[in-house]
Each structure stands twice: as C-alpha cells, then as structure tokens.
C-alpha cells in the first residue's frame, strides 16, 4: 500500500513513511493511492471480533508490508490494553 499527498508534490511512500512523517513536505497530507475493498462476507465475519482484532483486520490492508501482522497485533493489543469498556 502506497500513500500520496493530497497536493500532489511528493514522491509516493509506504505506511510507514507515512505514519512517521506526518504531513508530506509539500504540505498536504498522506491518503491512500487506493482504498481496500472487503467482501461482504468478509464485514460479516468481522462482526464476532473483539475490538483489538477488529482494528488488526481492518488496519493490515492500509500497512502493507510496513508491519508483519506479529508487530501489529502487538502495537494494536499494547494501545488498547487499558480499555475498560467492551
């Protein structure tokens, strides 16, 4: 998954460059080149997760090969780990 800017004048770069800059230096800000699309079935079998994975499934088509899954589920699990609402 690639991210451009929103004005154009940046070269394109993967979520992690992304994720650490910021905005891009032309100003604007990082979006996806293209949006995932999931099945409908696959949102359907979305519904029986608990939150942290949700956000895991959700989030992996957007990081790409910035991440393996292992250091995702980490981060995810790490960030939501003192939650106290289900």
Same mark, same amino acid.
């Given at each position: 998954?690639?991210?451009?800017?929103?004005?154009?004048?940046?070269?394109?770069?993967? =979520?992690?460059?992304?994720?650490? /800059? %910021? !905005? *891009?230096?032309?100003?604007?800000?990082?979006?996806?080149?293209? @949006?995932?699309? =999931?099945?409908?079935?696959?949102? /359907? %079998? !979305? *519904?029986?997760?608990?939150?942290?994975?949700?956000?895991?499934? @959700?989030?992996?088509?957007?990081?790409?090969?910035?991440?393996?899954? *292992?250091?995702?589920?980490?981060?995810?699990?790490?960030?939501?780990?003192?939650?106290?609402?289900?």
């Amino acid at each position: 998954m690639m991210y451009v800017s929103t004005r154009g004048g940046c070269p394109k770069v993967d =979520f992690k460059g992304a994720l650490l /800059a %910021g !905005l *891009a230096p032309d100003g604007g800000l990082y979006v996806p080149e293209s @949006i995932p699309q =999931f099945s409908p079935q696959k949102i /359907a %079998g !979305l *519904a029986r997760l608990n939150y942290s994975d949700l956000a895991l499934e @959700i989030m992996m088509p957007f990081v790409g090969e910035s991440f393996t899954r *292992a250091d995702m589920k980490r981060m995810i699990d790490s960030a939501y780990a003192t939650f106290r609402h289900a």
